[in-house]
């Protein structure tokens, strides 16, 4: 089972935008256009499927609030880390 990482490390690697918030890893993107957010969901689930490990996602009306940790392992691995990047450069 994968490591679960400490803050340091979380703050260490996580992408920039990305922000700790108890076990897990946060990262709020913002729209002009609702269905851009949705475009972007259906991006970030298409990674999600293939990696077998998937987020939390919020849709609004302006913004897409996506929130990953590692349910196996009780926090945040770098499988989390990973996919924050992936979902980065999905933007
Ligand atoms: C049974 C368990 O849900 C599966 O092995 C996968 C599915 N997707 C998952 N997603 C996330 N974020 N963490 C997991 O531990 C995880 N496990």
Known sequence: MAEILSDDEISENAPAEW???????????????????????????????????????????????????SHEAGGVTDQDIEMAGRFDDVR
């Open 19 to 69: 922000q700790q918030d108890g076990d897990e890893i946060v990262r709020v993107y913002e729209f002009e256009e609702y269905l851009d957010g949705v475009a972007f969901v259906t991006e970030v689930a298409e990674i999600a499927d293939e990696e077998f490990h998937h987020p939390e996602i919020q849709v609004r009306f302006d913004e897409v609030e996506v929130r990953l940790t």
